[in-house]
């Protein structure tokens, strides 16, 4: 972890702008359509239709609200915790659905992302969760340390 | 840092149920299609001679077997089949409009095209739709 | 799609020791068909990564309107092929989303849903298409509004009544807009009128509806 330490604090900035606004553009994407959101979170046949409805409306406004916590800097512990949750939350999702053999056909940035190819998708998210994982443990070693 | 998720999760309800409430006429809590679209065959049979059936379905379907009375409406010829459809139609009838069966997604679209584009009332989907008009009627 | 990312990730991880495995290039597709096109065909190309022969059980669509054919039933390791959807437009508008229910004997895939999504051009959006009036009700004129497509300009736009007891004006509202007036003679008897659009680049016809219906309307 001390590599994390050596890297400049302005990279750590554009980091958190970069994954902020990401997560602020997924979010604003399914906000503009929920209905479609609550079907695309029951192809998962995970949860109940009624708890897809309400995350179908919560959710995207929680992504949101972390990504402004992210590029401001106001309850940036809060907002970062909750986004990696959801992020590993969400890949847990997704492992058991295509074990389960269903196809999904619409997530994270909603109908407007049907167009990318595959290795686009792969690169950006598990560069995704890469970011967040290190902002997380870098900033848990900051505030420890302060 | 609990505090600040908690914070956090706090702000995005309010909004989030806002949405909900802006949006509570779009979607229905109980199932993915709005329940003021559906109806059951019960329920439409006891609208009796209120009620005009509509077969989504394509036409050698319709040609094999349909509801007795129904009038064939369907996406393949919607010009050609929409005059006759709304010569039959006066503002007090419930329209019924039927497919195969609950997953069949035509029932849907004719009836959408119908409350969008003809900007009618009292435009429903039957659950499950011929199927079920046949599993309650034979 | 970043479902099928860290879906398509992790089945290579995880599926390695898998011995049967369909590999499909892309299981959404997206398709522009132009004004004229029929028929909107997608193709589904996959391929057989695993060790084991996969065998296809059956291949449904969701609505009669999609003909799916696959090439073979049987697909040898290492073989490519593809499911080719055949979407038959009608005269559906909009965007339409159909899917195709492929099923195998791969027992870790069984069940794969392929869709097929027709972004259909909508040149003229007509609200309402179809206007009536109760008999006994007062024969004032109603509205149809016609909105152009941002990429379909119209200057023009001809609209002729299937019946003299019906009159259509037409007067443009600017910005590609244009609003029609249907009035009848009167609403004595339940007649109707099919009224044709078009406009003057595009040899595509539009309809609404004019008519007095059977009842007296619910005021």
């Given at each position: 972890?001390?590599?994390?330490?050596?890297?400049?604090q302005f990279?750590?900035?554009?980091?958190?702008?970069?994954v902020?606004?990401?997560?602020?553009y997924?979010?604003?994407?399914?906000?503009?359509?929920?209905?479609q959101?609550?079907?695309?979170?029951?192809?998962y046949?995970?949860?109940?239709?009624?708890?897809?409805?309400?995350?179908?409306?919560?959710?995207?406004?929680?992504?949101?609200?972390?990504?402004?916590a992210?590029i401001?800097?106001l309850?940036?512990?809060?907002g970062?915790?909750?986004?990696t949750?959801?992020?590993?939350?969400?890949l847990g999702?997704t492992i058991?659905?295509?074990?389960?053999?269903?196809?999904?056909t619409?997530?994270?940035f909603?109908?407007?992302?049907?167009?990318?190819?595959?290795s686009?998708?792969?690169?950006?998210?598990?560069l995704?969760?890469?970011a967040?994982?290190?902002l997380?443990?870098?900033?848990?070693?900051?505030f420890?340390s302060? | 840092?609990?505090?600040?998720?908690?914070?956090?999760?706090?702000?995005a309800?309010?909004?989030g149920?806002?949405?909900?409430?802006?949006?509570?006429?779009?979607?229905?809590w109980?199932?993915?299609?709005?329940?003021?679209?559906?109806?059951?065959?019960?329920?439409?049979?006891?609208?009796?001679?209120?009620?005009?059936?509509?077969?989504?379905?394509p036409?050698?379907?319709?040609?094999?077997?349909?509801?007795?009375?129904?009038?064939?409406?369907?996406?393949?010829?919607?010009?050609?089949?929409?005059?006759?459809?709304?010569?039959?139609?006066?503002?007090?009838?419930?329209?019924v409009?039927?497919?195969?069966?609950q997953?069949?997604n035509?029932s849907?679209?004719?009836?959408?095209?119908?409350?969008?584009?003809?900007?009618?009332?009292?435009?429903?989907?039957?659950?499950?739709?011929?199927?079920?008009?046949?599993?309650?009627?034979? | 799609?970043k479902?099928?990312?860290f879906?398509?990730?992790?089945?290579?991880i995880?599926?390695?020791?898998?011995?049967?495995?369909?590999?499909?290039?892309?299981t959404s597709?997206?398709?522009?068909p132009?004004?004229?096109?029929?028929?909107?065909?997608?193709?589904?190309k996959?391929?057989?990564?695993?060790?084991?022969?996969?065998?296809?059980?059956?291949?449904?669509?969701?609505?009669?309107?999609?003909?799916?054919?696959?090439?073979k039933?049987?697909?040898?390791?290492?073989?490519?092929?593809?499911?080719?959807?055949?979407?038959?437009?009608?005269?559906?508008?909009?965007?339409?989303v159909?899917?195709?229910?492929?099923?195998t004997?791969?027992?870790?895939h069984?069940?794969?849903v392929?869709?097929?999504?027709?972004?259909?051009?909508?040149?003229?959006e007509?609200?309402?298409?179809f206007v009536f009036w109760?008999?006994?009700?007062?024969?004032?004129?109603?509205?149809?509004?016609?909105?152009?497509?941002?990429?379909?300009?119209v200057?023009?736009?001809?609209?002729?009544?299937?019946?003299?007891?019906?009159?259509?004006?037409?007067?443009?509202?600017?910005?590609?807009?244009?609003?029609?007036?249907v009035?009848?003679?009167?609403?004595?008897?339940?007649?109707?009128?099919?009224?044709?659009?078009?406009?003057e680049?595009?040899?595509?016809?539009?309809?609404?509806?004019?008519?007095?219906?059977?009842?007296p309307a619910?005021?």
């Amino acid at each position: 972890m001390n590599q994390l330490s050596t890297i400049p604090q302005f990279v750590w900035r554009i980091a958190d702008v970069i994954v902020g606004g990401v997560f602020i553009y997924a979010g604003a994407i399914k906000v503009l359509d929920p209905v479609q959101f609550a079907n695309d979170i029951d192809n998962y046949k995970i949860l109940p239709w009624t708890i897809g409805v309400g995350l179908a409306f919560y959710l995207p406004w929680l992504e949101i609200f972390c990504g402004l916590a992210l590029i401001l800097r106001l309850l940036y512990l809060g907002g970062l915790s909750i986004l990696t949750a959801l992020l590993a939350v969400f890949l847990g999702a997704t492992i058991a659905a295509k074990i389960r053999g269903l196809d999904i056909t619409c997530g994270c940035f909603g109908h407007a992302s049907q167009h990318w190819n595959f290795s686009v998708h792969l690169a950006l998210d598990l560069l995704l969760l890469v970011a967040l994982i290190s902002l997380l443990l870098r900033s848990e070693r900051v505030f420890r340390s302060a | 840092m609990v505090r600040q998720v908690l914070i956090v999760a706090a702000l995005a309800f309010v909004p989030g149920l806002g949405q909900a409430i802006y949006f509570r006429d779009k979607v229905s809590w109980q199932s993915p299609v709005p329940a003021s679209e559906m109806v059951t065959v019960a329920q439409a049979r006891a609208w009796g001679g209120n009620a005009i059936w509509v077969d989504a379905r394509p036409d050698n379907e319709f040609a094999r077997d349909h509801v007795p009375g129904a009038l064939s409406l369907n996406e393949d010829r919607w010009n050609e089949l929409l005059p006759q459809f709304l010569a039959a139609w006066s503002q007090e009838k419930k329209v019924v409009v039927y497919c195969s069966s609950q997953s069949c997604n035509a029932s849907r679209e004719v009836a959408r095209r119908l409350r969008n584009e003809a900007q009618l009332k009292n435009v429903f989907v039957l659950e499950g739709g011929w199927e079920e008009w046949l599993r309650t009627n034979r | 799609m970043k479902t099928h990312i860290f879906a398509f990730t992790l089945s290579i991880i995880i599926c390695m020791t898998a011995r049967a495995e369909l590999k499909w290039d892309q299981t959404s597709i997206e398709l522009h068909p132009t004004a004229a096109d029929k028929q909107a065909i997608g193709h589904f190309k996959y391929q057989n990564s695993g060790s084991k022969p996969v065998r296809f059980k059956s291949v449904r669509t969701s609505c009669g309107c999609t003909a799916a054919q696959s090439q073979k039933e049987e697909v040898p390791p290492g073989e490519k092929g593809e499911i080719t959807a055949t979407f038959n437009i009608g005269e559906r508008t909009g965007t339409q989303v159909k899917t195709v229910t492929v099923e195998t004997d791969d027992p870790e895939h069984a069940t794969t849903v392929l869709t097929l999504k027709a972004v259909i051009p909508q040149q003229l959006e007509i609200t309402p298409t179809f206007v009536f009036w109760g008999q006994g009700e007062a024969p004032k004129p109603k509205t149809i509004v016609v909105r152009a497509a941002k990429d379909f300009p119209v200057k023009h736009l001809r609209v002729t009544s299937s019946s003299p007891d019906f009159q259509a004006k037409v007067e443009e509202t600017g910005n590609g807009q244009f609003k029609i007036d249907v009035q009848p003679q009167d609403t004595k008897r339940p007649i109707a009128s099919t009224l044709t659009i078009q406009t003057e680049d595009s040899p595509k016809i539009f309809y609404a509806t004019a008519r007095i219906t059977n009842a007296p309307a619910i005021q």
